[in-house]
């Protein structure tokens, strides 16, 4: 499996993805059922709010190799600030509708 990781831009000055990096390496929480390696072929912030660079980013990362397409949770779950993302589900549809279909999108990461 190759990731692309996109992250809460909100919260790259409180959180250096540590969890999200230790999540894919032990292959816990969304990863527990990847049997392959994992290797992270990018991470990169939505771009700010609306998430606007979301798609754009995910699409260089899939021309770079990426076959998977995580959102972390900092988007989804509001971790670290308690306070999801309220354009995660947009990002998700924005990415579902404009990368091809062979293309992973998970929704969190821990």
Do not use: W
């Not at 969890?19 to 992270?40: L, R």
């Not at 990415?95 to 279909?101: F, G, Q």
């Amino acid at each position: 499996m190759k990731v692309g990781l996109i992250r809460c831009r909100q919260t790259e000055d409180m959180c250096p993805g540590t969890m999200d990096f230790k999540i894919i390496k032990e292959k816990k929480c969304v990863f527990e059922y990847v049997e392959e390696d994992i290797e992270i072929i990018g991470v990169v912030s939505c771009g700010g709010c609306p998430g606007k660079k979301a798609i754009p980013r995910a699409k260089q990362m899939v021309k770079r190799g990426a076959d998977t397409i995580v959102l972390a949770s900092c988007i989804t779950k509001g971790n670290p600030i308690g306070m999801p993302c309220p354009h995660a589900e947009k990002i998700k549809e924005g990415l579902i509708k404009n990368l091809d279909n062979t293309v992973q999108i998970l929704d969190y990461t821990h």
